[in-house]
Nanobody
């Protein structure tokens, strides 16, 4: 059974940093693209970053480029999102997700490209 469990969210002041983690289980993690999405109240779910199974290819939304870094440790079956220079507009629930198919390159900003989702972790950035 595929499970994704996020952790690391919290409250931080603008300019601060947080590192999110997503512990994956129930499948061979290196075979699948994974991504981070976020959703603020009243807004659609937004793709933030994605990474290939081996970690060699990454994608970032323009809004987070240069501030966020996605990485993965397949030995630990864990996905990470390092978030630096946080802004109030980064406030949202953050979700990790796994692509639908092994070896498949998803549309990284499209939630429909991802099949399994974690429960989310809240990030709040105050000004």
């Amino acid at each position: 059974q595929v499970q994704l469990v996020e952790s690391g969210g919290g409250s931080v002041q603008a300019g601060g940093s947080l590192r999110l983690s997503c512990a994956a289980s129930g499948y061979t993690t290196s075979n699948y693209y994974m991504g981070w999405f976020r959703q603020a109240p009243g807004k659609e779910r937004e793709g933030v970053a994605a990474i290939s199974g081996g970690g060699g290819n990454t994608y970032y939304a323009d809004s987070v480029k240069g501030r966020f870094t996605i990485s993965r440790d397949n030995a630990k079956t864990t996905l990470y999102l390092q978030m630096d220079s946080l802004k109030p507009e980064d406030t949202a629930m953050y979700y990790c997700a796994r692509a639908r198919l092994a070896g498949w390159v998803p549309s990284p900003s499209a939630p429909g490209s991802f099949l399994y989702w974690g429960q989310g972790t809240q990030v709040t950035v105050s000004s």
